[in-house]
C-alpha cells in the first residue's frame, strides 16, 4: 500500500515499539506532524525548546533501556537539539533524532530556515542521514534504531526534507539491516579472557573500576558476581553510579575529581585494575602520567578505539560488558583480599568524606543527605550540572541499579528538568527527584510548562546558593577568589514554580528540611522545594585541574596549604 | 629503522558525504595526514581510500581504529609492515627554453618518465613511482625552474596475496579484530 512519508515515518516508529516522541513542529515538519493523529499509539510530548527534546528523551532512554525519540524542524528546531544530541553522544544514550529539512529543492540555497545539519551533527552523532526520497524511508529508520541501540549506543540522526515527508511510496519494513562497514563484536576474544583471569587470580590489590557500559550491558549479576567471588573492591566513575550496591561491602564509592579520597588512594595503590565499561575520561583519571602507578590495567569495553586511547592497557577486552564478564566469571577463582580490603577500610576511616557535619547553616550535603533518608533511598535521581551534581553524587547512596542519572561526559547545564520529564515519563512508577541548581536549573526551566502539561509528578529540589557554584569554587580556590561573572541573581523560584501551576516551598533552615521533603513527597503531581543553602560551600574532595589523584585535598585549609606549597598556578 | 609513515587502506561505502566523515574524523580528532587518495575499487559500491600518517606525530592505531568507527568504512588496515606496492602519481611543469628542453628529455628518460605535453616555455612531465622518486626528479628539475606541481598522494596494494587488503576474520565468530594486537599505549 502507498503511503507518504510522513506515515511511513510513524509506521517505522510503530515497529521499532515507539510510544512517546518529544519534540517541537515547525515548517519543514509539518506534514509528518499532520499525520500523527493517524497514530495515536504515539504520543508525542510538546516541549518549550527542542534542547529540551533531546535531553528527554536522552533521560527516557536513560532510564528504560530503550530509545528515546525526538523530533524538530528545520534550521533552528534542528540547531537546538545539537547540544542535547551532544550530550547524548559523550555518554553514549541511544537516541534517535528526526528532524525536518526544507524541501529538496530549496537544498543548498540557503533556503528559509535551512541548515546543513547532517554536517553539523556529524562529528557528534554515531551516525546521520540526509533521506531523499520516501523510499528509503523504512530503511534509513531501521538503520538508525539499529545503531543507536547496539554496539555502543549513540545517537542518529535522520534529516528528511519537507516534500520527502509528502510523497508516496509503497511500504515495507525491512527485517533486516545490511551495514557491512557496522559489526560490533560482543564475545571477548578466548585467550584476552585467559589472560585477564589469571592477572585476577594472582593480584594482590585488585580494584574494579565501573563505569557506565556495566548499567547499559545489563550486567549487574555478573557484575557483583565478579567481584564477589574474586573479592574485588570496587569503585565507579560517576556515570558507573547505579551499577552495583552502594551499601555493599566491597563499594568504594565515585573516583575521580570529586571522587572519595579512599577510592583515588585505592587506585593509586592497586597492583590490578579492572576497567569495565568506562573510558578513562580525565575527570575520572585525574593527571594520566600519574595515573595507578603501580598497577597492570585490564580495560574491557566495546568499543575498541576506546582501548588504549588514553591510559596503557595491559590487557585488552573488547565485548560486551555482560557477554565479557559472563566468560571471565566461567573461570574466576573464589579468593580473598583481607588485607588490601583491611587497608581500604582504614583509608575510608581516616577519610570520611560522606559524613555531613551537625549544627551550622543549612548546607547542601544536609539537603541530599535528608533526600535520601526520607525517600529511603528507593527514588531515582537526576541532576543537572555543577556542585550540586557533585553532592549528590557524593551523599546519596545509590542502591539501586540505574538509579543516578546524570550528565557526565559533556556536563551539559540544564540537563536536570527535561531528563527529569524523560525519565518520570519512562518509569511512570517511580519517584523521581531532580536535583537542580539554580544556574543549571534556569537554563532549562521553560520545560516546568511541559512537566505541568504532562501532569509528570517530578519533586525539584534546588540547590540555590546565588551563583554559578563550581566556576566559582574555582575561582575561590584557583583565582584568588575573583568572582568574575559566577554571582547569579536568581527569580523567585517558589513564585515562579506557582505561575507554571507548581505547588513550591521555600527552605532556609536545617529544621526544615525533612518537613519540605515529607509535604514534596505527600503531593500528587510536581512539586518544587528551594533550598537556599550556603552560598560558599564548596565540593571536596576535590583534585585540582592538571594534578594527579593522589594530590586529593579533602577541606579549605590543606588545599589553600597545598596551592600555596606548590606554588601551582591555575592553568585551566 | 621503523617507518614512521604508515600507510593505511580503508574500503569505504560509495556514498555521498563518505570522504566528508573520513576528513571531519581527522580534524576532529587532530590527526596528521600526509596525503589521501581516493577512488573506485574491484566492487562497484566501494571506493577505496589510501591515507598515508605520520607514526612520529600521529597515533596510527588510533587512526586506524577511529576510521573503524566510522558506519559507512567497512575495513580499514595497516598494512605499513605489509609487503606492497605503493606508487603515486605526479605532474610537473617544467620551464623549458630550446637550451633546456633536450637536457629536461634525458632527465626524464632516466626517470622512465614522460612528457606529457610541450609548449613555448614549458614541459609538463608525467613521472609515477615511490615518493623518493618523484621528490628526486623534482629537486632535479627545480633548476631549470617549476611552474606548477601535482601529486596524488600514496596508493597501494598487498604484493600477490588473496586480493583483499586484509585477511578475513577467522572464522570462530570472535569477530575481524585481533586483540592481542592492540598497542599498550
Redesign the interface.
Known sequence: MKMSGGQIVCECLIKEGVDLVFGILGGAILPLYDVLPQYPQIHHVLVRHEQGAAHAADGYARATGKVGVCFATSGPGATNLVTGIANANLDSVPVVAITGQVARPFIGKDAFQEVDI??IT??IT??NY?VTDAGSIARTIKEAFF?ARTGRPGPVLVDIPRDVFIEEAEFHYPTKVN?????P????????IKKAVKLINEAQRPLIIAGRGVIISGAYDQFRYLAETAQVPVVTTLLGIGCFPESHVLSYGMVGMHGMAYANMAVNNADLIIAIGMRFDDRATAKVAGFAPSAKIIHIDI???E???N????V???GDVKEVLDELNRTIAKTEHVDWITQMDAWRREHPVTVVKDGGGLIPQFVIRQIYEVTKGETLVVTGVGQHQMWAAQHYWYDRPNSFISSGGLGTMGFGLPASLGVKMGRPGETVWCIDGDGSFQMTLHELATVVQEKAAIKIAIIDNGYLGMPRQWQELLYAKRYVASRLIGPDFVKLAEAYGIPALRVTRREEVTAAIERAMAEPGPFLIDFMVEPEENVYPMVPPGAALTEVLEEPKPLAKALADSGRLPNV | MPATKHTLVALVENKPGVLNRVASLFRRRGFNIESIAVGPCETPQLSRMTIVVDGATTMVEQVRKQLDKVIDVVRVSDITDEEIVARELALLKVKATSATRSEIIQIVDIFRANIVDVANDSVTVEVTGDEDKINSLTNLLRGFGIKEVARTGRIAMLRGGPGPIVPEAPANGRGRREPEREAPG
Open positions: 547532517t554536517g556529524l562529528p554515531k551516525h540526509l545503531l551495514l557491512p562497514g557496522y559489526k563484536v560482543l564475545h571477548g576474544h578466548p585467550a584476552q568499543d575498541p578505539a582501548i588504549g586511547k591510559v596503557r592497557v595491559d585488552p577486552i573488547v
